[in-house]
């Protein structure tokens, strides 16, 4: 019983999933979000821009519905703007104007409801069937704008449309109501599986299974990017794991693949898991943007060191780039990084005295 409830809350709260699945796939949500709200509030400006010029040209009954179809174009510019101008740099007001946009569908709907007291209502349930699918968001939320429009809805019919006309729109209302209800959870959590699915199919395509670094793949395809991620300058760091192929041989693989597994850590939380690849079997590079180079240098030799206390070496290269000054050429910049990390190396072996060839 406990379990069934479980699922079902889970249902209502983040589309059948657990919490943090949710909050994974969340940065995605919101842009497919950002970009459903430009195509959809562009499309409701030019339509509710076609009805004003209609209405002027109309005359009559027609005219009079000129002011609201005017105000709704308006409205769906602003929302259009902010989608366009103000939602790349607060991602999280994308829910915040997905309702607004949703409100304003339901404000006309039920207001052409009642331009009719004596004709049932079409437009409000037809806006609160359509309206709740356009976006992806938690279904309770939409449910609870449902529920709420609902309420509204019947409040406002029994007050200003005729007893048995109110009284058949207020039972089509809260019927469809639950028919929207059910429908949105439903499409709601199989958008959100494939949701799901895509980011863990992304995941698997861009990620080192065994270390959490990214992998090759994800490195060759983002390293063009780099250069426009920094404003003064950008860092990289070429690090080759020492005695991993002796540790095989010695004591396992078990063995090498943890020691992979906390050189990995180490460079990822010093570098971010975003910006830390493994291109190699023993090698890994990162980048880092505006940053010291001093600073860093500090913190390479921490990482070594705590590294060292595990029973680990690396071997570490560090190429330093400024923008304003240097050329940016990414596979000229990474190959330093690693002649640099070679010089490192054949120190670490003349001081350790270790036999090279068997690393």
């Known amino acids: 019983m406990m379990g069934y409830i479980h699922k079902l809350l889970m249902l209502f709260l983040y589309a059948g999933v657990e919490k943090e699945a949710y909050h994974r796939v969340l940065p995605a949500i919101r842009e497919e979000n950002r970009t459903l709200l430009k195509v959809f509030s562009r499309l409701g400006a030019v339509i509710f821009v076609l009805l004003f010029v209609a209405s002027l040209l109309a005359g009559g009954f027609a005219s009079s519905n000129s002011t609201t179809y005017l105000a709704c174009a308006g409205g769906m510019v602003i929302i259009l703007l902010c989608s366009q101008f103000v939602l790349p740099k607060h991602p999280s007001l994308v829910t915040v104007f997905i309702h607004l946009f949703e409100i304003l569908l339901y404000a006309f709907g039920i207001y052409i409801s009642l331009l009719h007291a004596d004709k049932a209502a079409v437009s409000a349930i037809a806006f609160l069937l359509v309206s709740p699918l356009l976006f992806m968001d938690r279904p309770i939320r939409l449910s609870a704008l449902i529920a709420a429009v609902v309420a509204i809805f019947c409040v406002i019919v029994s007050n200003l449309k005729k007893p048995d006309v109110a009284e058949t729109d207020i039972w089509n209302m809260i019927t469809f109501g639950i028919v929207a209800i059910a429908s949105t959870v439903f499409i709601m959590s199989i ?11 992304e995941y698997l ?18 390293l063009h990017t780099y250069p426009e991620m920094c404003k003064s300058n950008l860092i990289c760091v070429y690090a080759d794991v020492n005695g991993l192929h002796e540790m095989n041989n010695s004591e396992g693989h078990l063995a090498g693949d943890r020691m992979l597994r906390e050189v990995s850590s180490a460079l990822q939380q010093c570098f971010g898991p975003e910006h830390t690849y493994r291109i190699g079997g023993d090698e890994f590079v990162a980048f ?21 206390k595990k ?13 304003a000054t240097d050329r940016m050429d990414m596979h000229e910049i990474v190959s330093e990084a690693e002649s640099s990390m070679y010089a490192d190396k054949r120190d670490f072996y003349r001081q350790s005295g270790r036999d090279r060839r068997r690393r």
Request: hydrophobic share 25%; glycine share 6%.
């Open 288 to 308: 880092r943007a505006d940053t010291q180079p001093e600073s860093l240098a500090g913190e390479i030799a921490r990482l070594k060191q705590d590294l060292e």
């Open 205 to 222: 395509s861009q990620t080192d299974l065994l270390t959490g670094a990214k992998n090759r793949n994800h490195y060759e395809k983002q």
């Open 311 to 323: 029973g680990y070496h690396v071997s570490v290269g560090i190429t330093v780039r400024e923008k």
């Open 191 to 201: 958008k959100m599986r494939t949701l799901q699915q895509s980011e863990q199919i």
